[in-house]
């Protein structure tokens, strides 16, 4: 028996392959005869056709059977092996599988308080070094980060309202008001109430612009203006999408908002979905100026839309035109799926590609019909 490798697939990418026809006599019958087909991908008994969505990884193999008009068989051993997806989507973000949250409130059923956290007036303080707040449905209101080291993981957080965050970052009360310094939100599903009014104006926000050592992973993020706004540390393998443009708010639109600073960040694997016309799916900007931006990468991201996919840092007059020095924007994937430049002027904009440790190389177009072509330097 001949075995067949058919083309790879990639998880959550559609699937659609024939599989090769027998010199028998139409019409034919197909089935699987022995072994499984990826999660998520089907076998026409008709036309011998494998599509679908495939759900996870994997070598698959497996033996298809084909009967024809005068019953004669055959069959033919199949390898189809699907590959990891390339970028983070629903299905690899939120919280863990399994997981069963507990809702955060004050009704029957409820909870109001664990180990350094608490719930009242309307939103949830973490006050205790070290605390881990995990496994909760937050619904409404948002959650206050007010000590070191904190981890908020497998959590489902929705709030909204024109200067509403779900999550927001403050001063460690426990330090005398000091910046935090260490903080993990993973794995989490972070967005606004709705799509409009109560949109999020961002969905994790550094109120004071100067923590660092933030980690946001995993996490899949909507409803929003901006998605998340803080200045040092590293945000990978998010997925943040459905990004919210709300014009009596007056919203700035971003996936990703840095304000300045020279505290090293990495904004690497996330995928980032701007259907909007407007500012960025990642905007390195100098609302903090000075000191100029320095000390950013942003590396392997998956991005689409905003008026430019990438503000990279470089100021305008407002700030006497401050440079932006040893940022690396490399490797990230320019899709055309709302704009045939990406963005709906262009891919990148304020990036000087020679400035002192500047860096522009490997970004290329992930579709359309530059794909795989390299994205010139701005």
């Avoid at 076998?43 to 084909?66: E, H, M, N, Y």
């Avoid at 998010?238 to 020279?262: M, P, R, S």
Wanted: charged share 10%.
């Amino acid at each position: 028996m001949v075995t067949t490798n058919l083309p790879a697939g990639t998880v959550g990418v559609a699937y659609s392959d024939a599989l090769p026809v027998p010199h028998l006599i139409a019409p034919y019958q197909w089935s699987v005869s022995s072994g499984t087909l990826p999660g998520g991908v089907t076998l026409s008994s008709a036309t011998g056709k494998l599509t679908g969505i495939p759900a996870a990884p994997g070598i698959f193999d497996f033996t298809i059977k084909v009967t024809d008009a005068r019953d004669q068989a055959a069959t033919a051993s199949i390898v189809l092996q699907v590959n990891s997806e390339p970028y983070p989507s629903a299905s690899s973000t939120g919280p863990a599988a399994g997981t069963v949250l507990k809702t955060v409130g004050t009704g029957s059923g409820e909870v109001s308080s664990g180990p350094g956290w608490s719930y009242s007036d309307g939103h949830v303080s973490i006050t205790g070094a070290g605390a881990i707040f995990s496994g909760f449905k937050v619904s409404g209101f948002g959650v206050a980060v007010l000590a070191n080291d904190v981890t908020i993981e497998n959590c489902i957080i929705s709030a909204g309202g024109q200067s509403v965050f779900p999550v927001s970052v403050e001063a460690d009360e426990g330090s005398n008001g000091n910046p935090i310094t260490a903080l993990t939100v993973r794995n989490c599903i972070i967005t606004g109430s709705d799509n409009n009014m109560n949109r999020a104006a961002a969905c994790i926000k550094d109120t004071r612009g100067a923590a660092t050592g933030i980690l946001v992973q995993a996490c899949n993020i909507y409803w929003a203006a901006t998605a998340i706004e803080v200045h040092a540390g590293k945000l990978l393998d998010n997925y943040i999408h459905d990004l919210v443009c709300n014009v009596a708010y007056g919203d700035h639109v971003n996936g990703i908002k840095v304000g300045g600073g020279t505290n090293p960040m990495l904004i690497q694997n996330n995928t980032i979905l701007n259907s909007n016309g407007q500012t960025a799916c990642i905007a390195l900007l100098q609302d903090h100026a000075p000191p100029a931006i320095a000390g950013k990468t942003i590396n392997n991201n998956l991005l689409a839309g905003g008026s430019y996919c990438i503000y990279g840092g470089q100021s305008g007059a407002q700030y006497a035109g401050l440079p932006a020095t040893s940022t690396a924007i490399t490797n990230n994937s320019i899709s055309t799926v709302y704009y045939a430049d990406g963005g709906a002027f262009g891919p990148v904009t304020h990036f000087a590609p020679g400035n002192s440790g500047n860096e522009w190389s490997g970004n290329v177009w992930h579709d359309g019909p530059r794909e795989g072509l390299a994205v010139p330097a701005p």
